[in-house]
């Protein structure tokens, strides 16, 4: 009967929550290589503790056993959907490296910018629009500074990115779970559970990079300022730079002169880069809640999505 059904839908999204950490954890633990990162989660970094042939194969693991999971979802959307994500990981580490090697300066017209299926805007197009709606939102409060031509850039960079190394992931599962449920693709229901994930998702990874500077390591469960020790410029920084022009070239030469870490670190510090940085976050995270407010009746399950958007904007690991 129809409680059959809805237990079988159930069953299936909380086979898809699975699918979607064992990506995430993949993609943690390749990351880690990549970065060389010592520390997780406050434990050592898989390749600290074994090797980079171990962590790599570990990873590999995860998604190998995730693909054979969503092929037993039989459902073609959503393996589609989910594919798209693991698509989406992969560019934007790729896109992490040229951005801290300095080697590529792309533009927004290239190869990579790619329509998704279902999806009417290129990624880049709707990074810009949501760093274009978000700024002109927070500009009318007064607080917010008028980005320069390069930082415009660059934050719209910072919006892609995030998109594709979390947002996508969060995004994509939040839509796959309204189609297992049994919506059509182009219901107001799917779009509303996209953009629901879309924007959490860089809630969630706006707020994880304000921790990189306003948390110790220990609650961290990573080092403390790594995102510089990368060469990367995140909202903190970018929107401390409007304050402080002297950040200007230790982002260009990506903070790898002696000294450029602890005075980038002290410069956000002493600017509204973290508390913007937080207020974007907000906006994001607000955006989510109308969302899902909009698009769904009264029930625990949208309270409790609600109440995710606030545990995202205050965590403090």
Partial sequence: GDDDAAAGVAKKQRELGMITEMIHVASLIHDDVLDDADTRRGGDAIHKMFSNKVAVLSGDYLL?????????????????????????????????????????????????????????????????????ESSFQLAKT??????????????????????????????????????????????SIVSASEEFGYHLGLAFQIIDDVLDFAVSSDDLGKPAGADLSLGLATAPVLYAAQEHPKLRPLIDRRFKAKGDIQLAFDLVHDSRGLDLARKLA??????????????APPSDARDALVSLCYVVLTRSS
Avoid at 92 to 101: A, F, R
Avoid at 282 to 295: G, M, N, P, S, T
């Fill in 64 to 132: 190998a056993r995730a693909s054979v999971m969503l092929a037993r979802l039989a459902d073609p959307r959503v393996v589609e959907v989910m594919a798209r994500a693991l698509d989406s990981l992969v560019s934007g580490e790729i896109m992490q490296i040229k951005t801290t090697q300095a080697a590529s300066k792309k533009k927004s017209g290239d190869g990579d910018e790619r329509r998704r299926p279902g999806s009417a805007p290129t990624l880049y197009a709707r990074a810009r629009a949501a760093f274009e």
């Fill in 142 to 187: 007064g607080l917010f500074p008028t980005f320069r031509p390069n930082t415009d850039v660059e934050m719209t960079t910072y919006i892609r990115k995030s998109y594709y190394k979390t947002a996508s992931l969060i995004c994509d599962a939040c839509k796959s779970t309204a189609l297992l449920a049994g919506y059509d693709s182009e219901s």
């Fill in 282 to 295: 907000q906006y994001h995270a607000q955006r989510a809640v109308d969302a899902i407010v909009k698009a």
